[in-house]
């Protein structure tokens, strides 16, 4: 079911997945409205929205995730962690890609109602249900001295944080996310670092990689180069977690030098979960289509989606969540248009990120859930 609900000076879309078990999930992406406010006026309006959905609208969910894109981290992120720091009820991550309506913040937050929730020692936050304990982790970062050390850094890390939960990065973790600093600078160290810590964890194109995202974006601190969220699963089987390619569309990233999946689906006993990676428009053998066209790129990138959606037997009535990124902001009126007609009701916003490569426009991710009956527990 998705809603459209209108505040005073915001507006709120949201998506719900009831498969009349015990979990009910939430997606919500929460925009401004009013570009003139202040970024205070803006900050608590966006705060008084999303405490109202939650009050009337989500049937007592929690929060389990949350995103916050800013337009200058710098001078934004201290007043927004103040509030977060108030309550610090789930994983929250924090990057400057700023909404493209002209306003300085926007929301993506994830909930879920009868889920235990609690912040572990070693960064990661954990929501329980019945036999699985989902992993989040939000805005993991250092000072290293370039991209490639700090990611490498990030990425030991967190495979230490989930060997003491008794998980591994190639068996439980499906889903990150990289936000890279000056991206077309950067990207190059980002990409090496992952490639040769994923070779020590078995994570390879003979076994398999993770669905992910690799985009522009920054953090507060200037000195920052990459930082990393992440999603992990504990109590899943290998038989739950499977792989999409859609080969008539795609390539293998593998193909030209990076290593993650191009989506992940996860079967439960009541649902599937789908995550479709960072996706552009491209061809399978691995070359950018439309040079120059945001407009063909962007019904290709939908039409390479739509693939991948269908190899896991979802369509976009299945979608979520739709984050867009745009590397020119000159474009936002046009795929503006082009996503209110086509996803009149859908959860997506659309922000400014340059996309890995130059030639690359715009890009897509998306989260979809579907009901389904499988021998496995339920979610």
């Not at 000076?9 to 009831?18: K, V």
């Not at 020590?200 to 992910?212: E, G, M, P, R, V």
């Not at 899943?236 to 992940?264: C, M, W």
């Not at 659309?350 to 579907?370: D, F, H, Q, S, Y």
Request: glycine residues 6%; contains cysteine.
């Amino acid at each position: 079911m998705n809603r459209i609900l209108k505040f005073e000076n915001a507006e709120a879309r949201i998506f719900r997945f009831d498969g009349g078990k015990e979990v009910e999930e939430f997606h919500v992406v929460v925009s401004i409205c009013n570009p003139l406010l202040t970024y205070q006026q803006q900050l608590e309006t966006l705060l008084a929205a999303y405490s109202q959905l939650r009050q009337q609208e989500l049937n007592g969910a929690d929060a389990i995730f949350k995103r916050y894109f800013l337009s200058d981290a710098s001078n934004q992120s201290d007043a927004l962690m103040n509030y977060e720091l108030e309550s610090p009820d789930c994983a929250v991550s924090i990057v400057q890609q700023a909404p493209l309506n002209g306003t300085k913040i926007a929301l993506w937050a994830y909930l879920a109602t009868n889920m235990q929730r609690r912040a572990l020692s070693g960064g990661l936050y954990e929501a329980r249900h019945g036999q699985y304990r989902h992993f989040w982790m939000a805005g993991a970062n250092n000072t290293a001295k370039d991209s490639e050390r700090q990611t490498r850094i990030i990425l030991n890390d967190y495979v230490m944080q989930l060997a003491n939960e008794g998980c591994s990065l190639a068996d439980n973790c499906v889903r990150t996310w990289f936000f890279v600093n000056d991206v077309d600078l950067n990207y190059a160290g980002v990409v090496k670092a992952r490639n040769e810590v994923f070779v020590t964890q078995n994570l390879t194109d003979k076994t398999h990689f993770i669905a992910s995202t690799g985009i522009g974006g920054r953090q507060a601190h200037a000195q920052v180069l990459s930082q990393m969220d992440a999603y992990a699963i504990d109590g899943i089987d290998k038989a739950q977690i499977h792989y999409l390619y859609a080969p008539t569309h795609l390539n293998r990233t593998s193909d030209y030098g990076v290593s993650f999946e191009r989506g992940t689906y996860i079967d439960y006993g009541d649902r599937r979960h789908v995550f479709i990676s960072g996706t552009a428009s491209i061809n399978n053998k691995g070359e950018i289509m439309h040079h120059g066209d945001v407009v063909a790129q962007c019904h290709r990138m939908w039409e390479n989606v739509e693939t991948l959606l269908a190899e896991a037997d979802c369509t976009y009535d299945d979608a979520a969540q739709m984050i867009v990124y745009l590397r020119d902001p000159a474009d936002y009126q046009v795929v503006r248009k082009l996503f209110e007609e086509r996803f009149p009701d859908r959860p997506w916003g659309i922000v400014n990120a340059k996309v890995c490569r130059p030639g690359w426009l715009i890009e897509m991710e998306t989260m979809a859930v579907k009901a389904t009956k499988t021998e496995f527990p339920n979610f």
